[in-house]
């Protein structure tokens, strides 16, 4: 892997243009999932389609065999419908900024990981997640 690639995850928000395909920031995320100092804790990125603060943006996390979705696209915020976790879940960038995520968000790690693939690749809210409201 190149440095470029390795270091493509250096930032807390990701835009797509930006990155390498979606097989390359996948290994990269579950990389970073492996070094995780904290097992209760997930690590998260928000990877958005544009610059604009409006635009598409997913946020995704990783922790161990779950992870965590959220959907914003400057007039809607989502949330998987099937999310697993009961309760708030603590997830931090790589920067050590805490995002205490609500319940709903996590989902197996798999499905994670296929709907980052889809949004990468269409730059669309991913279809493979059924999305309700995000909770407060």
């Known amino acids: 892997m190149s440095?470029?690639?390795?270091?493509?995850?250096?930032?807390?928000?990701?835009v797509?243009?930006?990155?390498?395909?979606?097989?390359?920031?996948?290994?990269?995320?579950s990389e970073h999932d492996r070094r995780r100092a904290n097992p209760?804790?997930?690590?998260?990125?928000?990877?958005?389609?544009?610059?604009?603060?409006?635009?598409?943006?997913?946020?995704?996390?990783?922790r161990g065999e779950v992870g965590a979705l959220e959907w914003f696209d400057g007039a809607e915020a989502?949330?998987?419908?099937?999310?697993?976790?009961?309760?708030?879940?603590?997830?931090?960038?790589?920067?050590?900024?805490?995002?205490?995520l609500p319940p709903g968000v996590e989902l197996p790690i798999e499905r994670i990981y296929a709907a980052l693939s889809e949004f990468m690749t269409t730059e669309q809210r991913p279809a493979c997640v059924v999305w309700g409201p995000l909770s407060a």
Not at 3 to 14: C, I, M
Not at 16 to 21: F, K, S, T, V
Not at 45 to 56: I, K, T
């Open 3 to 14: 440095t470029a690639q390795s270091d493509a995850l250096d930032h807390e928000e990701l």
């Open 16 to 29: 797509l243009a930006a990155l390498p395909g979606p097989d390359v920031v996948i290994q990269l995320l």
């Open 40 to 62: 209760a804790a997930g690590l998260c990125w928000w990877f958005q389609s544009s610059e604009s603060a409006d635009g598409p943006t997913l946020l995704v996390g990783v």
């Open 78 to 100: 989502a949330a998987p419908v099937a999310g697993t976790n009961a309760t708030r879940v603590d997830y931090f960038t790589r920067w050590g900024h805490h995002n205490d």
